[in-house]
């Protein structure tokens, strides 16, 4: 993207492009590949977050997002610059829209929609260069799971996005029409106190991995506690209520990798 306009819009005292290849942003009905700028000379500071989806999409999926979005406003991607005229939605911290045959979502620290929709317009100018998404994107050690993973999805992933964290952490990722199910970790100081919210929901049932570790029956989602500072999560979605003993067979295969 053209690091002035992005600056200029929002305002940044820089803008730096990070070259590493980050984690996919997994959901459904879209999951994206992510590129990253930096709007801050300190580590830890606000980025601007463009993705692009790794299926193809049309005018049906672009309206699942925006009915699975709360408080998302309809928005036009090149109503007033260009040609293209790409319909989406967002907020004041991002804006998705349909070009191309591809979701796109950029996104990052609070400003407008109009704002955002400047940046959506600098992506579609770009995005005529952009290589179709890579089907596999896998990593061996992630390939434990896969055969667990299809049993919890209820259908053969078509689409894999395994990766790492900036910290080196695993990210395993299977990706299929309407369901995705991703592995990750967590890494903080309050590993204990938060697993003693999890602990205390009613849908909340033990599984013995870990220092502790608990299924959530009407979710499905799956916390693993390592150590004092690391959560391992493994998250289906959509969520929905999952076989207790299918999720555990999973964290069973993934778990080691995160020891």
Do not use: H
């Not at 709360?70 to 349909?98: E, H, Q, Y």
């Amino acid at each position: 993207m053209d690091q002035t306009l992005v600056q200029t819009t929002l305002a940044a005292p820089v803008v730096q492009i990070q070259p590493q290849t980050f984690p996919a942003d997994f959901g459904v009905p879209a999951t994206y590949d992510i590129c990253q700028l930096g709007l801050s000379a300190t580590p830890n500071g606000p980025v601007l977050r463009v993705g692009v989806s790794v299926e193809a999409a049309t005018k049906t999926t672009l309206g699942a997002a925006q009915k699975a979005t709360k408080g998302a406003k309809p928005a036009i991607v090149g109503a007033n610059s260009f040609g293209t005229r790409a319909p989406g939605f967002g907020t004041d911290t991002f804006v998705v829209f349909l070009s191309g045959g591809r979701l796109y979502k950029v996104a990052g620290p609070k400003a407008t929609l109009a704002k955002y929709v400047v940046l959506a317009e600098e992506v579609v100018r770009q995005a005529a260069g952009l290589p179709t998404p890579e089907p596999m994107i896998t990593r061996p050690d992630c390939e434990r799971g896969s055969s667990a993973a299809a049993k919890v999805m209820g259908v053969p992933p078509y689409i894999r996005r395994d990766g790492a964290t900036e910290n080196g952490d695993l990210v395993c990722g299977w990706v299929a029409t309407n369901s995705v199910l991703s592995t990750s970790v967590r890494r903080t100081p309050q590993a204990a106190v938060l697993m003693t919210a999890i602990r205390k929901t009613p849908t909340a049932q033990s599984i013995p991995l870990g220092d502790e570790a608990y299924v959530d029956t009407a979710t499905g989602r799956t916390t693993i506690r390592l150590g004092e500072n690391k959560l391992v999560e493994l998250v289906p979605l959509p969520a929905r209520a999952i076989n207790s003993g299918t999720m555990t067979q999973f964290a069973l295969a993934m778990v080691s990798l995160y020891r």
